[in-house]
Each structure stands twice: as structure tokens, then as C-alpha cells.
């Protein structure tokens, strides 16, 4: 039963570039999660989807990043014209059901890695 | 709007000693609260959480941690420290009508022979 596949696990993009993260959760999930960790900083929401829905994208920056979650396929966060700020750690998780309802917690991957250079 | 506060972002303790990290939450309805924890180069894994019912949980690796409404804490402890032990933890928050999940910044507990 694999977990939450996110990849690549490292990416190296330059200024001004895109960045495309991908994230599968795991099977039978239908709820996904990212997040953004900078150094001293934790891990800061960014964007909760279903899926073909954003439901809560309260922390997405308002421009160039962008977030999808579709029928078929891997949940992707797309980040146009990198900037060296961007540079940090992307965690994808996921949960089956709204996880208030159980405080099932999440699921969470391994992480992408963005260096922008 | 809820939120967690870690405090110390760095605690040393030596192996066999007692852990202790502390955590408090604010929180306007009752919380959900969870710790998990990060290994290098890694996702996040949940040690332990608290949802209703019990207010001592227990998680995994030997871990505990004490819901304390009176106090808005959660602290995580266990009571002798192990190298294994030795990565990132972190403290999360979450409202039962909200369902993202709020993070405290980390406490880094390192393990000293």
C-alpha cells in the first residue's frame, strides 16, 4: 500500500522559470493538503483540494502559484516565474475524508524539494 | 483563528533523560491537536493525537503527550530519551469545523551521549 508519492524529490529551476510539483495520495484518499517549509519557519498551509475542487487556498501567495486536483491524475502545484524566495520544502498530504470528522490527522509525503538558483 | 506556539526551537537532553516539549494552542472551540514528527530529508510522520475522550494519549516510540484545557497545552514527553530519538517535532492545531491542520515551528531535539 504505498503512501503519498510526491515527485521529483529535488527540483532545480532558475529565476523566472516554472515549477511543477506533482503529488499522488494515497489510495482511497480523496483529500489533499500542501503546505510550504521554510528553515525556522514550520510548515505554513497553502491549498486544500478535492477533487476538481479547491476548497480552501487561504494560504496560496496570489500570484503565480496555482493548484489542481483533477478527476484523473496526480494533484499538481504549479509555481510561474520562480523567484528565489520559492526556494523551500513542498509537502503534499492526504486524508480520506474530511479529517475533522475523525481527527484522522493526515498522511503526509516526503516532500519536493525547490532550489531556485 | 486558531494557532500553536512551540516553545524552545532547540532542546538538548541526554540519552536516558526525560523529553519534554512543550506546546500551547489557541483555539476558540475544541481543538484537535497532534505532534509529528520529521527525520532528515523527510515527510512528516503522527506520533500521537488528541481528538476527544482520554486527556493522556499515547503514540508511538514511547511518546505522550497531556491535553490541559485549563492551561491551552499539549506538551509531549517521554521518559527516557533514545538516539533514535533525535529529529523534528512539531506541535499542530486543528478547529473541528476547519479541516487544515495548523502547524507550531518545529522544536529540534537533539540527543547528547
Known amino acids: 500500500n504505498a503512501g503519498v508519492m510526491q515527485n521529483p524529490r529535488h527540483l532545480v529551476r532558475r529565476r523566472g522559470q516554472e515549477a511543477r510539483l506533482r503529488c499522488s495520495p494515497m489510495k482511497g484518499h480523496s483529500h489533499v493538503y500542501w503546505y510550504r517549509q521554510l528553515p525556522e519557519e514550520g510548515l505554513k498551509f497553502m491549498v486544500y483540494?478535492?477533487?476538481?475542487?479547491?476548497?480552501?487556498e487561504s494560504g496560496m501567495p496570489k500570484e503565480r502559484f496555482s493548484a489542481e486536483f483533477p478527476k484523473e491524475g496526480p494533484s499538481i502545484l504549479r509555481i510561474q516565474q520562480v523567484v528565489r524566495g520559492d526556494s523551500a520544502a513542498y509537502f503534499c498530504?492526504?486524508?480520506?475524508?474530511?479529517?475533522?470528522?475523525?481527527?484522522?490527522?493526515?498522511?503526509f509525503g516526503s516532500g519536493t524539494r525547490l532550489t531556485v538558483v | 483563528a486558531q494557532s500553536v506556539t512551540q516553545l524552545g526551537s532547540h532542546v538538548s537532553v541526554s540519552e536516558g533523560a526525560l523529553v519534554l516539549l512543550r506546546c500551547n494552542y489557541s483555539?476558540?472551540?475544541?481543538?484537535?491537536l497532534f505532534w509529528y514528527v520529521q527525520y532528515p530529508n523527510q515527510g512528516l510522520q503522527l506520533l500521537l493525537k488528541?481528538?476527544?475522550?482520554?486527556?493522556l494519549v499515547k503514540g508511538i516510540n514511547g511518546f505522550e503527550a497531556e491535553f490541559k484545557k485549563s492551561e491551552t497545552s499539549f506538551h509531549l514527553t517521554k521518559p527516557s530519551a533514545h538516539m533514535s530519538d533525535a529529529a523534528e517535532y512539531f506541535c499542530a492545531v486543528s478547529e473541528n469545523r476547519d479541516d487544515k491542520i495548523i502547524f507550531g515551528k518545529g522544536t529540534r531535539l537533539h540527543i547528547l551521549p
Open positions: 483540494l478535492q477533487k476538481e475542487n479547491i476548497i480552501d
Open positions: 488528541y481528538t476527544t475522550g482520554a486527556t
Open positions: 483555539s476558540s472551540v475544541p481543538p484537535y
Open positions: 498530504a492526504s486524508s480520506p475524508m474530511t479529517h475533522r470528522r475523525v481527527g484522522y490527522g493526515y498522511t
